[in-house]
């Protein structure tokens, strides 16, 4: 069983820079396809990236290629968002996500655990 926790979010101005932090307990996460999303409010549940279990295979949205960069920790069972050139239209709740299964998934349904989400707000 495993239990993920956002952290990092905050109130940033546009080109600006975020962190996101998802702190993994209950098991390990060295062997779980992790990913990032996010949701806007009146919008669908939106892929940002994915990461398996190294660092170099990645995969991102278009819309966030070449300002964000996910990575992970397995000495200290946390996946990172590093998020910068920020956009007002990148103001969501980003939320992380575990699959049991190492890979690459984008679409969402393929995750078994998901963390409470993380507000960040992009200001103009």
């Known amino acids: 069983q495993v239990q993920l926790v956002e952290s990092g979010g905050g109130l940033v101005q546009a080109g600006g820079s975020l962190r996101l932090s998802c702190a993994g307990s209950?098991?390990?996460?060295?062997?779980?396809?992790m990913g990032w999303f996010r949701q806007a409010p009146g919008k669908e549940r939106e892929f940002v990236a994915a990461?398996?279990?190294?660092?170099?295979?990645?995969t991102y949205a278009d819309s966030v290629k070449g300002r964000f960069t996910i990575s992970r920790d397995n000495a200290k069972n946390t996946v990172y968002l590093l998020m910068d050139n920020l956009k007002p239209e990148d103001t969501a709740v980003y939320y992380c996500?575990?699959?049991?299964?190492?890979?690459?998934?984008?679409?969402?349904?393929?995750?078994?655990?998901w963390g409470q989400g993380t507000q960040v707000t992009v200001s103009s």
């Open positions: 996500a575990g699959r049991r299964l190492p890979g690459i998934y984008i679409y969402g349904y393929e995750y078994d655990y």
């Open positions: 209950g098991r390990p996460l060295s062997s779980y396809g």
């Open positions: 990461i398996t279990w190294s660092n170099i295979i990645t």
